[in-house]
C-alpha cells in the first residue's frame, strides 16, 4: 500500500472569495484515499499562506522532508495549485518526487502517476524543466557577455595571473608580486630569445607557483602570453571566435601596449606543423597502453620529419606513445617515446608466444563491424514519440489544460529535438551505406594469433578497445642509440 501524505493549502483571500475551505479539501481526498486503498500517512496543511513559492509554508516543508527519508512515497492533493503556484517550484517539486520513487496525485486534474496521462503530465513536466533550463543558461550566457562588454572581469574562479579581486569588488587589483613575474615572461620570451618551454622549466626549477598553486606548464605559460588582460583589456569568446571581442576594462595594465603586441606577432610565426587530427586507426594502440612505473595512461605522440632544404616541408609522420605524466617528475621518471611500429612488431612477437592467450581461441568473437541499426531504431522510436506529445500538446490546448503560449513553447521544443534526430538518423545511414561498400566481412571468429596479422588499422583499434582491457609496455634506451627495446609487461583481457 502506498503511504500518502495529503497536502492542503488555502490562503485567506481565496477562502474569503472562491470558497475554499481546508475542511472540504480534507473530507473529498479523504475518501478518495479510501478508495484507492491507500494507506495515509499523515496531513499536511498550511492555512492563509499564499502558494506564490516554498518559503514560509512549514507543512510543505516538512512534506519535502518526509519525501526524502522515505517515510512518504505518494502525495495527493485537491488541485496542482494547492501544492504551488509558480511553475519554477512545481518543475523542483515534481523532480524531487521523481528522484525519491514518490508518486504524485491531483483529484481535480485526475492526475495519477499510475495512469497513462499522469505518466504525460510528468513527461510534459520534465519539457517545460528543459526549456526553462535552456532558458536559463541563455541567460547566464548573456549576463557574461553583457559583463564583458561593459569592462568587468568574468573569471569564475580566479582572476588572470598578475591580479587579485576581493569577493564582491568587481574591478581586479595588480598583485605586485605576480606583476613581476608577468613582466619577466614576456621579457625572457621577446628580449631573451626563450621558448614557451624554456620558460615552464625555467619557473619549475625556481619553484615558482602558477595562480592554481601547482607547477607551470606550456600551456598556462603561453595563456600568460596571449592574455590582453595584462594591457588593461577584457576579452570574451576565447573558445568561440565567431563570438570573440577585446574591450578596454576598468583595471590598471602590468605591460604597454607595445611588448604586449610584439610577443603577439611573435607568437603568431611559430609554425604549425599540424592542425588536423591523424586517424586514430593509425595509432590503435592508444586508450590500452599503461605506464608500469606510475600507473597513468600512455597518449599518441606524432613525430615529425622535415625536408634538408630548408623549406619547412614535412616528410613524414611516424605516430609514438609516450606517458601521460612523462613530464611531471614527481608523478613519473618514464621518459621517452615508444615508437608504434616497433611497438606493433613486439605485440605481434608477443601473442605469438605467450601461453596465456588460448583461451581467447575458446571464444567466438562478436563482428567488428560497428551495427548502427539498432541506434537507428532508437532515434525512430523518439521521433514517433516526439510527434505523439506534439499531437498530446494539441488536445491539452485545444481542451483548456493549457495556455497558447504554453503550447507554442512545448511544440518548439519538439521540433527543434526532431530535427536534431533526423539530423543524426541520416549521419547514420550515409555511415551504414559507406560501412556496407568498404567491409565484406561479417565476423571474425576465435583465434587471436591467426586473425591478427589479416586486420587492418581499423578493425585492430575496433578488437582493441572491445576486448583489450590493458596492456603494460615500458622502453629500455638502447646503449648508444636514441631508440628503446619495447618490453610488454603485461596483456589483460575484458571479461567476455
Not at 1 to 13: D, G, K, Q
Not at 182 to 194: A, C, E, G, P, S
Not at 440 to 452: P, S, T
Request: charged share 30%.
Amino acid at each position: 500500500m502506498l503511504s500518502t501524505a495529503i497536502y492542503l493549502r488555502v490562503s485567506t483571500e481565496e477562502q474569503a472569495k472562491e470558497g475554499y475551505s481546508i475542511r472540504a479539501q480534507e473530507e473529498k481526498l479523504r475518501a478518495y484515499v479510501t478508495i484507492k486503498e491507500w494507506l495515509l500517512y499523515d496531513i499536511y496543511a498550511d492555512e492563509g499562506i499564499s502558494g506564490k513559492d516554498i518559503e514560509g509554508r512549514p507543512e510543505i516543508k516538512r512534506l519535502i522532508a518526509d519525501v526524502e527519508n522515505g517515510t512518504v512515497n505518494n502525495v495527493l492533493v485537491y488541485k496542482i495549485d494547492r501544492l504551488t503556484r509558480s511553475t519554477k517550484n512545481l518543475i523542483e517539486l515534481v523532480d524531487l518526487f521523481n528522484q525519491n520513487n514518490c508518486a504524485f496525485n491531483s483529484l481535480n486534474e485526475s492526475i495519477d502517476t499510475a495512469s497513462a496521462t499522469g505518466r504525460m503530465f510528468l513527461k510534459i513536466v520534465g519539457i517545460f524543466a528543459e526549456f526553462e533550463r535552456e532558458n536559463l543558461a541563455e541567460r547566464v550566457r548573456m549576463g557574461i557577455e553583457r559583463k564583458a562588454r561593459e569592462g568587468y572581469m568574468i573569471s569564475n574562479y580566479s582572476p588572470s595571473y598578475g591580479y587579485d579581486r576581493e569577493n564582491g569588488n568587481k574591478i581586479q587589483t595588480i598583485n605586485k608580486a605576480e606583476a613581476k613575474i608577468v613582466k619577466r615572461i614576456f621579457n625572457m620570451y621577446l628580449h631573451d630569445d626563450y621558448n614557451i618551454r624554456q620558460i615552464t622549466r625555467t619557473l619549475n626549477a625556481e619553484n615558482i607557483s602558477s595562480k592554481t598553486g601547482v607547477r607551470w606548464t606550456d600551456c598556462t605559460v603561453k595563456n600568460v602570453l596571449e592574455n590582453c588582460n595584462h594591457i588593461g583589456k577584457v576579452r570574451y569568446g576565447t573558445k568561440d571566435p565567431s563570438k570573440y571581442f577585446e574591450v578596454d576594462g576598468h583595471h590598471e595594465p602590468i605591460l604597454d601596449n607595445n611588448t604586449f603586441y610584439q610577443v603577439q606577432e611573435k607568437i603568431s610565426k611559430i609554425q604549425r606543423i599540424s592542425r588536423t587530427k591523424r586517424p586514430t586507426s593509425e595509432i590503435y594502440f592508444c586508450g590500452i597502453l599503461y605506464c608500469p612505473t606510475c600507473g597513468g595512461k600512455y597518449s599518441s605522440h606524432w613525430i615529425y620529419r622535415k625536408k634538408n632544404d630548408n623549406s619547412g616541408e614535412v616528410v613524414k609522420k611516424y605516430p609514438s606513445y609516450r606517458c601521460v605524466n612523462a613530464y611531471n617528475l614527481e608523478t613519473c621518471t618514464n621518459r621517452g617515446h615508444l615508437s608504434h611500429k616497433e611497438l606493433e612488431r613486439v605485440f605481434t612477437d608477443y601473442i605469438a608466444r605467450v601461453e596465456n592467450l588460448t583461451e581467447i581461441g575458446k571464444t567466438k568473437i562478436e563482428p567488428l563491424l560497428y551495427d548502427r541499426s539498432e541506434e537507428i531504431l532508437v532515434i525512430n522510436a523518439e521521433v514517433e514519440q516526439i510527434e505523439k506529445k506534439t499531437k498530446e500538446a494539441i488536445n491539452f490546448f485545444m481542451s483548456g489544460n493549457i495556455a497558447f503560449d504554453e503550447y507554442q513553447s512545448m511544440v518548439a521544443v519538439g521540433n527543434d529535438k526532431r530535427a536534431e534526430l533526423q539530423a543524426r538518423l541520416k549521419q547514420l545511414e550515409r555511415a551504414e551505406q559507406y560501412q556496407g561498400k568498404r567491409y565484406k566481412k561479417n565476423e571474425i571468429v576465435a583465434g587471436f594469433r591467426e586473425h591478427w596479422q589479416a586486420l587492418d588499422n581499423e578493425q585492430r583499434q575496433q578488437f582493441m578497445q572491445k576486448f583489450v582491457k590493458k596492456l603494460t609496455v615500458h622502453g629500455v634506451l638502447i646503449s648508444g642509440k636514441q631508440s628503446r627495446q619495447i618490453i610488454i609487461d603485461g596483456l589483460e583481457f575484458n571479461e567476455f
